[in-house]
């Protein structure tokens, strides 16, 4: 976005900047990014022990571990809704931060690429992976009320396999906006500082 009409929206607003170009100290976007990374994680490891459950059996049963496979499953769907619920905000909140940033001129990440086309990339990673995300919640739905209400193994292998490729887009997007923080200093208050001439040693005690 143009950053003289940035300034205006800003200036409209009544935002005032501090020295990581955001409204606020601390940015919302890795926050938001970090529960949206839990809960998926968490969700596709725990369907993936329910439906390993009979091989794990043996060993919950040698440490008295009271654990039946429904439980499983129940973790793995609660996480997974919570994440299509956090990822809205979690989208949202990183529009709202890119369209503040600043990023720093004449830089190369660690994949070859600018400023622009990483955020490019990232913005348009963050939709598609809200969308994966709220299909795979609708999906995982049909199975645990639906087509396999009956079954004792309640999620698919399909599913599975589809959460594990899920994991390694989240990996390759989540290595993207690093990228924007680290090594193009966006929204990072110390790069900030230096760009208008501050001392972040002393700014920041």
């Known amino acids: ?35 949206t990374l839990g809960l998926f994680i968490i969700a596709i490891l725990f369907d993936i022990a329910g439906n390993l459950f009979p091989l794990e059996r043996p060993i919950f049963k040698f440490l008295a571990l009271p654990a039946i496979r429904s439980s499983f499953y129940d973790v793995g769907w609660y996480n997974l809704v919570a994440s299509a619920i956090v990822t809205f905000f979690t989208v949202a909140a990183g529009f709202f931060e890119i369209m503040l940033a600043d990023p720093a001129a004449n830089v190369k990440s660690a994949w070859g690429l600018g400023a622009a086309p ?34 004792t193994r309640q999620v698919q292998w399909s599913y599975l396999l589809a959460g594990v490729v899920m994991l390694g887009f989240l990996f390759v997007h989540g290595t993207l906006g690093a990228h924007l923080g680290d090594q193009f200093g966006i929204h990072n208050t110390a790069a900030g500082l230096l760009r208008q001439g501050g001392n972040p040693s002393s700014a920041l005690k």
């Open 1 to 35: 976005m143009n950053s003289q009409l940035v300034q205006q929206l800003v200036d409209q607003l009544g935002f005032k900047l501090g020295a990581n170009r955001l409204p606020y100290e601390v940015p919302i976007h890795p926050n938001f990014v970090h529960f």
């Open 118 to 151: 990483t955020m490019i990339l990232h913005g348009l990673g963050g939709v598609l992976l809200l969308g994966a995300i709220v299909a795979m919640t609708v999906w995982r739905g049909f199975q645990r009320y639906r087509w396999r209400k009956e079954a």
